[in-house]
């Protein structure tokens, strides 16, 4: 049986293998690239869409209790384009 999780950007329920984990590490964000590292985490879609609407939404602060900064924004930006890349290979 499939694991379900809501990716706090579009809101739509998906597997968790593929969507990406995201956790408060000490109050900032952190991609959880192996999804067990302990902790709160929140899901998202490997998409820019997605990610663009978590940030508009302030998705993260509100699941994680987090702040985001424009670095971890970038960082964010950075690792979802590279795992659009590897989807559409």
Not at 42 to 68: D, I, N, Q, Y
Request: proline letters at 1%.
């Amino acid at each position: 049986m499939y694991q379900v999780r809501t990716c706090v950007g579009c809101r739509q329920r998906g597997n968790r293998a593929d969507l990406i984990r995201i956790i408060n590490s000490q109050g900032f964000l952190k991609i959880d690239t192996l999804k067990s590292l302990s902790g709160r985490g929140s899901w998202l879609h490997p998409s820019s869409k997605c990610l663009e609407t978590a940030v508009e939404r302030s998705a993260f602060g509100r699941a994680l209790k987090a702040k985001m900064d424009h670095e971890q924004i970038e960082e964010l930006t950075n690792f979802i384009e590279q795992a659009e890349k590897m989807l559409k290979n």
